[in-house]
């Protein structure tokens, strides 16, 4: 065996970027497949907590590439966020790994896969570009940027292999996370909620910026339920960063006494709710594993917004309603999410028999996405490498 054949196999180098909270989130799971593999297994590049648990190295934090929107929000953050590419492009380029590992972030990381692609290291992308829902154009930066591309979702594969890409399809690792039947009494004990009051979670988003448009009103309507329903328990997820935010806001609303602020817990919350409140996002994907009624909402700047709605292609933004082909649970977006329209939508979800419905479609969504993600994905970047 020669000498670089024989230190892939003992202990491959992998680059690795994630941006944002799910990135971080995925990763975390792609590592303990690639750690069942090679478990002398050297990760590093951007990444989060999740993958930090896990022994990855982070020259730099998830954090710095979480951006919101398509003008303003973005410049401001632009020069930043190029000069991290351009500093890891260069170490990269001057250190290959034996790959390099993508993981959403299209913005960010499908330029860096291009550039590296061509100096040589093989590239992978986790997550496939939403071609299907906007953006169509990205199909040709996937096909100059990765070798291969992991798929989250079955129509996938065969959509990049009419454009000449190679894909796996992997299934989506968070159901396998999120159990088929989630245990609502037990996560209302870890949280302290009666067991027999109806709950709200409020998921208004893990990005400042997205925070900034959607919380408000979302806390607006939680009061305007909590005026009509005293007995309703509200429960705010808040990641680290935006938790002082958060708290500040529910002290100017007067809801501090009224909504429980978590630290982080996201998971029990959708786990102990009755109805959810939730951004856009993958949030949205998480609730539907966990079957819960939910209304979809976002905001955003009013030019980002305008120049969103030019390029979708689809009528939904949810991904449940995507992947159903249908309008399973609600969406109020920009101007449509006031307060007020917020709230009726929230009390029609908290009836039983809404429950019971979207449980159902979303019990045959999870089944759909129900693969071993990590080992999947481990086969197909161990395929790459030897190929």
Partial sequence: MADSAWALAASPRIAMVAGETSGDLLSGLLLDGLLRRWPDLYAYGIG???????????????ERLAVHGYSLEVFLR???????????????????????????????????????????????????????????????KIRAAADHVLCLFPFEPQLLAEHGIAASYVGHPLA???????????????LGLTADAPVLALLPGSRRAEVQYIARPFLQAAALLLQRSPQLQVVLPAVPALFDTLATL??????????????????????????????????TLEA????????????????????????????????????????????????????????????????????????????????????????????????????
């Fill in 48 to 62: 989060g907590p999740m993958m930090q648990q896990r022994g990855f190295q982070a020259l730099y934090e998830s």
């Fill in 78 to 140: 632009l020069r930043d966020i190029l000069q991290i590419r351009k500093a890891l492009r260069r170490q990269l380029q001057g250190e290959p790994p034996a790959v390099f590992v993508g993981v959403d972030a299209p913005d960010f990381n499908l330029g860096l896969e291009r550039d590296l692609r061509a100096s040589g290291i093989k590239t992978v992308h986790f997550v496939c570009p939403s071609i299907w829902a906007w953006r169509p154009e990205r199909v040709h």
């Fill in 176 to 190: 396998q996370v999120i159990p088929m039947q989630p245990d609502k009494l037990a996560a209302r004990q870890q």
């Fill in 250 to 283: 529910l002290q100017e609303l007067g809801l501090a006494e009224r909504v429980r602020l978590l630290r982080g817990q996201s998971h029990q919350a959708l786990a102990a709710c009755d109805c959810t409140l939730i951004a856009s996002g993958t949030a």
């Fill in 288 to 387: 539907a594993l966990f079957k819960r009624p939910m209304v979809i909402s976002y905001r955003m700047h009013p030019i980002s917004w305008r120049l969103m709605r030019r390029k979708q292609l689809q009528p939904w933004v949810g991904l449940p309603n995507i992947l159903c082909g249908e309008f399973v649970v609600p969406e109020l977006l920009q101007e449509q999410a006031t307060p007020a329209a917020l709230a009726e939508a929230v009390e029609r979800l908290l009836m039983p028999e809404a429950a019971t419905q979207v449980a159902q479609r979303f019990t045959e969504l999870h089944h759909a996405l129900l693969r071993d993600t990590a080992t999947l994905a481990a086969q197909a970047i161990e395929k790459l490498l030897y190929a």
